[in-house]
C-alpha cells in the first residue's frame, strides 16, 4: 500500500511538472499582457503535431526537433499578439477572450483537418526507457526529463525576471505600463516578444510532454483549463505559487486516478479548485 | 415591465416570420426540415446564453452543463425509473438552474471580475464531462438511447420532422420572449448596470449576487429545457456532443458573431450559420472535417477586430447611415 502511494505521488508530481511548465508559460503571457489566452493549449498540441510532422518526415526524435519547433512558436506568439490581441487589447475583456476561442476554434479544426483525429502516438526513442530507484520505485524516463526540465524552465525564468535588465522591463510592463512606458521602456514590442516566449515555450513543453503520451486535435483545452486552474490557485502572478500548485493538481490528479475509482477520481483536482476558489479566493500561497 | 414589451409581444414584425417559420414543414424536404429544427435548437441555446453572456457580460463557459443535464438526466429518469420526459424536464431544469445559482455564488466570492467567472464555468463544464463519463445512470461515456418515437405528445413525444420543428419553434420563440420581457424588466436594467460598472450599479444598490444569480439560473433552465428535446429529437443522447466544452463555445461564438445584449444578433447568427455550418458538413465532412468550425473561428476573430459589437448591430447602423443620406 504505502509501495503503490509513493509510486503514485511520484508520478503525479512528475505529471505536475508538465502541467507547470505549460502554467509558468501561460502566467508569464498573461501577467505582461493582462490577456488571458484560451487558445494557450492549442499551441501546445499545434507544436506536439510539429513535432509528429518532422519525425515522419525527417525521423527527428522530437528532443531535437525542438531547435525548429521553437522558433516557429515563437514567430506565431509574436504574429497572435501583434495581429490579433495588441489591435482589441485596450477593448472589453470579453471581446478579448472571444477572440482567443476563436483562435482555438482555427487552430483545432485546422489540426483536424491537416492531420485527422485519431489519436497517434509519436514515436521517440526514449519512450519505453525507465529509471528504477531502490528496488520498488519505477519512473519513465521522459517523466523525469520533463520535471527535470520544468525546474530547469522555472529556475532559468526566476532569473531572467529578477536579475536582469530584460526582467526588470517585463516587470515594469507588468506593474505599471503606463509609467514604464514614460521610462522609456517600449511597452508593445515587450508585451508582443513576451507573448512570443511564452508560446515559444510550447514547444519545449510539447518535446517533454510527447514522449508516451498520445495526442489528439481536441486536447488543447485540457491543456489550457489546467493550467489556468494552477494560474488561479497560484494567485495569478506568483510564480513559485503557480509552480506549486500545479504539481499539487498534477498529485491530486494522479491520487484520484488510482484511489478513487473509474474516472471519477480525474474530477478531484478540479473539485480541489471549487474548494481553494471557496476558501483561499486570494490564492493558495498568498497572504490576504 | 416597461410598456414596449407588450409592444414587441403584439409587433407582426414578430408574428409574420413566425407564422411562415410554422408553415415551413410543408415545403421543406426531410433534410432541409432537419436543418432548420437544428438552426432553432441553437436560437434557443444562443438566446439562453445572451441572458447572461450579452445582457449581464460574463462569459459562461458552462452552458454545456446545463444542456447535457438537460439532456441526460432527463432522458435517465425516463429510462431507467420511467418518469414522464416532461417531468423529467421540469426535474432537469431545475437542476440545472440551482447548479447555475452555485456558480454565480462562487464567482461572488471570487472576484476577478469576467476572468473568474469564466474560469469557475470552465471548470464545471470540465467536471460535468468527467461526471458524466463516470456515472452509469447517465450512460457513461457511450451515451444513451431512447425508445423509438410514437407521436404520443403526453410522453413528449411530437412523432417525426414536423412535430419537432414546431416544438423547436415554440421553444426558440420562448427563448425570444423571456429575452425580450429581461431587457425591459427591471432585471435588466439591473444586470446591464452591473455589465457596464459593477461598482456604480452596487453603489446604488443593486444587489450583485441576487441579480447574477437570478440571471443566471433562468439561462441554465432555458439551456437544459433545449438539451431535454435535443435528446428526444435525435432519440440518441451523445455525451461527447452535448456535454463537452466545445458546444459552449460553439454557442458563444455564434451569439457574439451576431451581436450580444440584443436578442436579435443572436437569433440572426444562428439562423445564418448553423445551416451553412450543416450545408459544409453535408459537403465535406467526409475529406475536411471541422471546416465549419475553422471557419466559426476565422469569422469570430474578423467580427472581433473589424466590428466588437457584432454582424446584425453593424448591419442596423450601416442602413440607418445610408437613410440618412
Given at each position: 500500500?504505502?509501495?503503490?502511494?509513493?509510486?503514485?505521488?511520484?508520478?503525479?508530481?512528475?505529471?505536475?511538472?508538465?502541467?507547470?511548465?505549460?502554467?509558468?508559460?501561460?502566467?508569464?503571457?498573461?501577467?505582461?499582457?493582462?490577456?488571458?489566452?484560451?487558445?494557450?493549449?492549442?499551441?501546445?498540441?499545434l507544436?506536439?503535431?510539429?513535432?509528429?510532422?518532422?519525425?515522419?518526415?525527417?525521423?527527428?526524435?522530437?528532443?531535437?526537433?525542438?531547435?525548429?519547433?521553437?522558433?516557429?512558436?515563437?514567430?506565431?506568439?509574436?504574429?497572435?499578439?501583434?495581429?490579433?490581441?495588441?489591435?482589441?487589447?485596450r477593448?472589453?475583456?470579453?471581446?478579448?477572450?472571444?477572440?482567443?476561442?476563436?483562435?482555438?476554434?482555427?487552430?483545432?479544426?485546422?489540426?483536424?483537418?491537416?492531420?485527422?483525429?485519431?489519436?497517434?502516438?509519436?514515436?521517440?526513442?526514449?519512450?519505453?526507457?525507465?529509471?528504477?530507484?531502490?528496488?520498488?520505485?519505477?519512473?519513465?524516463?521522459?517523466?523525469?526529463l520533463?520535471?527535470?526540465?520544468?525546474?530547469?524552465?522555472?529556475?532559468?525564468?526566476?532569473?531572467?525576471?529578477?536579475?536582469?535588465?530584460?526582467?526588470?522591463?517585463?516587470?515594469?510592463?507588468?506593474?505599471?505600463p503606463?509609467?514604464?512606458?514614460?521610462?522609456?521602456?517600449?511597452?508593445?514590442?515587450?508585451?508582443?516578444?513576451?507573448?512570443?516566449?511564452?508560446?515559444?515555450?510550447?514547444?519545449?513543453?510539447?518535446?517533454?510532454?510527447?514522449?508516451?503520451?498520445?495526442?489528439?486535435?481536441?486536447?488543447?483545452?485540457?491543456?489550457?483549463?489546467?493550467?489556468?486552474?494552477?494560474l488561479?490557485?497560484?494567485?495569478?502572478?506568483?510564480?513559485?505559487?503557480?509552480?506549486?500548485?500545479?504539481?499539487?493538481?498534477?498529485?491530486?490528479?494522479?491520487?484520484?486516478?488510482?484511489?478513487?475509482?473509474?474516472?471519477?477520481?480525474?474530477?478531484?483536482?478540479?473539485?480541489?479548485?471549487?474548494?481553494?476558489?471557496?476558501?483561499?479566493?486570494?490564492?493558495?500561497?498568498?497572504?490576504? | 415591465?416597461?410598456?414596449?414589451?407588450?409592444?414587441?409581444?403584439?409587433?407582426?414584425?414578430?408574428?409574420?416570420?413566425?407564422?411562415?417559420?410554422?408553415?415551413?414543414?410543408?415545403?421543406?424536404?426531410?433534410?432541409?426540415?432537419?436543418?432548420?429544427?437544428?438552426?432553432?435548437?441553437?436560437?434557443?441555446?444562443?438566446?439562453?446564453?445572451?441572458?447572461?453572456?450579452?445582457?449581464?457580460?460574463?462569459?459562461?463557459?458552462?452552458?454545456?452543463?446545463?444542456?447535457?443535464?438537460?439532456?441526460?438526466?432527463?432522458?435517465?429518469?425516463?429510462?431507467?425509473?420511467?418518469?414522464?420526459?416532461?417531468?423529467?424536464?421540469?426535474?432537469?431544469?431545475?437542476?440545472?438552474?440551482?447548479?447555475?445559482?452555485?456558480?454565480?455564488?462562487?464567482?461572488a466570492?471570487?472576484?476577478?471580475?469576467?476572468?473568474?467567472?469564466?474560469l469557475?464555468?470552465?471548470?464545471?463544464?470540465?467536471?460535468?464531462?468527467?461526471?458524466?463519463?463516470?456515472t452509469?445512470?447517465?450512460?457513461?461515456?457511450?451515451?444513451?438511447?431512447?425508445?423509438?418515437?410514437?407521436?404520443?405528445?403526453?410522453?413528449?413525444e411530437?412523432?417525426?420532422?414536423?412535430?419537432?420543428?414546431?416544438?423547436?419553434?415554440?421553444?426558440?420563440?420562448?427563448?425570444?420572449?423571456?429575452?425580450?420581457?429581461?431587457?425591459?424588466?427591471?432585471?435588466?436594467?439591473?444586470?446591464?448596470?452591473?455589465?457596464?460598472?459593477?461598482?456604480?450599479?452596487?453603489?446604488?444598490?443593486?444587489?450583485?449576487?441576487?441579480?447574477?444569480?437570478?440571471?443566471?439560473?433562468?439561462?441554465?433552465?432555458?439551456?437544459?429545457?433545449?438539451?431535454?428535446?435535443?435528446?428526444?429529437?435525435?432519440n440518441?443522447?451523445?455525451?461527447?456532443?452535448?456535454?463537452?466544452p466545445n458546444?459552449?463555445i460553439?454557442?458563444?461564438?455564434?451569439?457574439?458573431?451576431?451581436?450580444?445584449?440584443?436578442?436579435?444578433?443572436?437569433?440572426?447568427?444562428?439562423?445564418?450559420?448553423i445551416?451553412?455550418?450543416?450545408?459544409?458538413?453535408?459537403?465535406?465532412?467526409?475529406?475536411?472535417?471541422?471546416?465549419?468550425?475553422?471557419?466559426?473561428?476565422?469569422?469570430?476573430?474578423v467580427?472581433?477586430?473589424?466590428?466588437?459589437?457584432?454582424?446584425?448591430?453593424?448591419?442596423?447602423?450601416?442602413?440607418?447611415?445610408?437613410?440618412?443620406?
Amino acid at each position: 500500500m504505502t509501495e503503490l502511494l509513493i509510486q503514485t505521488v511520484v508520478q503525479g508530481l512528475l505529471v505536475g511538472g508538465g502541467y507547470a511548465l505549460v502554467a509558468l508559460s501561460l502566467g508569464l503571457t498573461y501577467n505582461v499582457s493582462g490577456i488571458i489566452n484560451f487558445a494557450h493549449g492549442d499551441f501546445l498540441t499545434l507544436a506536439m503535431y510539429l513535432a509528429l510532422a518532422l519525425q515522419t518526415a525527417w525521423a527527428l526524435d522530437p528532443y531535437v526537433s525542438t531547435v525548429i519547433t521553437f522558433p516557429l512558436l515563437f514567430v506565431s506568439g509574436v504574429a497572435l499578439y501583434w495581429f490579433l490581441l495588441r489591435p482589441v487589447a485596450r477593448s472589453q475583456l470579453l471581446m478579448v477572450i472571444q477572440l482567443t476561442l476563436g483562435v482555438t476554434f482555427v487552430l483545432q479544426n485546422g489540426i483536424l483537418m491537416v492531420f485527422g483525429g485519431q489519436p497517434v502516438r509519436v514515436p521517440s526513442d526514449w519512450e519505453a526507457s525507465l529509471l528504477i530507484l531502490g528496488d520498488s520505485l519505477f519512473l519513465r524516463t521522459p517523466q523525469v526529463l520533463a520535471f527535470a526540465g520544468s525546474l530547469l524552465l522555472a529556475l532559468l525564468l526566476w532569473i531572467v525576471l529578477d536579475h536582469t535588465e530584460t526582467g526588470r522591463r517585463i516587470r515594469a510592463v507588468h506593474q505599471n505600463p503606463r509609467a514604464a512606458a514614460l521610462m522609456g521602456i517600449d511597452v508593445p514590442r515587450v508585451r508582443t516578444l513576451t507573448f512570443g516566449v511564452g508560446i515559444g515555450i510550447q514547444a519545449i513543453a510539447g518535446a517533454l510532454l510527447i514522449p508516451g503520451t498520445p495526442i489528439e486535435p481536441g486536447q488543447g483545452f485540457r491543456y489550457t483549463v489546467i493550467p489556468l486552474m494552477a494560474l488561479v490557485m497560484g494567485g495569478l502572478s506568483d510564480f513559485r505559487g503557480i509552480y506549486l500548485a500545479a504539481i499539487l493538481i498534477g498529485v491530486t490528479e494522479a491520487l484520484g486516478t488510482v484511489f478513487v475509482s473509474g474516472t471519477s477520481g480525474m474530477i478531484v483536482p478540479y473539485a480541489l479548485f471549487v474548494l481553494v476558489l471557496l476558501l483561499r479566493p486570494q490564492g493558495l500561497f498568498r497572504r490576504a | 415591465m416597461r410598456p414596449d414589451f407588450f409592444q414587441f409581444l403584439r409587433s407582426p414584425l414578430l408574428w409574420i416570420p413566425v407564422a411562415i417559420a410554422a408553415c415551413l414543414p410543408w415545403g421543406l424536404s426531410a433534410y432541409h426540415l432537419a436543418i432548420g429544427t437544428l438552426a432553432l435548437l441553437y436560437v434557443s441555446l444562443a438566446l439562453a446564453w445572451n441572458v447572461v453572456g450579452g445582457i449581464a457580460g460574463q462569459i459562461s463557459l458552462a452552458n454545456s452543463v446545463f444542456v447535457g443535464t438537460g439532456a441526460l438526466l432527463a432522458s435517465a429518469l425516463y429510462i431507467r425509473l420511467g418518469i414522464d420526459m416532461w417531468f423529467g424536464m421540469v426535474i432537469a431544469a431545475a437542476v440545472s438552474a440551482i447548479l447555475g445559482v452555485f456558480m454565480s455564488l462562487l464567482d461572488a466570492r471570487f472576484r476577478l471580475g469576467h476572468l473568474s467567472f469564466a474560469l469557475v464555468t470552465l471548470a464545471f463544464a470540465e467536471i460535468g464531462e468527467l461526471v458524466v463519463a463516470g456515472t452509469d445512470f447517465l450512460g457513461g461515456a457511450s451515451g444513451l438511447d431512447l425508445p423509438k418515437d410514437h407521436g404520443r405528445f403526453w410522453l413528449f413525444e411530437f412523432g417525426g420532422g414536423p412535430g419537432y420543428f414546431w416544438a423547436a419553434l415554440v421553444l426558440a420563440l420562448i427563448c425570444l420572449v423571456v429575452n425580450q420581457a429581461i431587457l425591459s424588466s427591471r432585471l435588466g436594467y439591473y444586470l446591464r448596470a452591473l455589465r457596464d460598472n459593477e461598482d456604480a450599479a452596487q453603489a446604488i444598490g443593486i444587489e450583485l449576487f441576487r441579480s447574477k444569480a437570478t440571471g443566471m439560473a433562468i439561462s441554465a433552465a432555458l439551456s437544459s429545457v433545449a438539451g431535454t428535446l435535443f435528446a428526444r429529437y435525435s432519440n440518441f443522447v451523445d455525451p461527447t456532443l452535448l456535454a463537452s466544452p466545445n458546444l459552449t463555445i460553439e454557442i458563444v461564438l455564434i451569439a457574439t458573431i451576431g451581436g450580444l445584449g440584443t436578442p436579435l444578433g443572436p437569433l440572426i447568427a444562428a439562423l445564418v450559420l448553423i445551416p451553412v455550418g450543416e450545408i459544409l458538413r453535408g459537403q465535406f465532412g467526409g475529406t475536411l472535417p471541422g471546416l465549419h468550425f475553422f471557419l466559426y473561428g476565422v469569422l469570430i476573430i474578423v467580427v472581433v477586430l473589424t466590428s466588437p459589437q457584432g454582424i446584425v448591430p453593424r448591419l442596423l447602423s450601416l442602413r440607418r447611415r445610408f437613410r440618412r443620406a
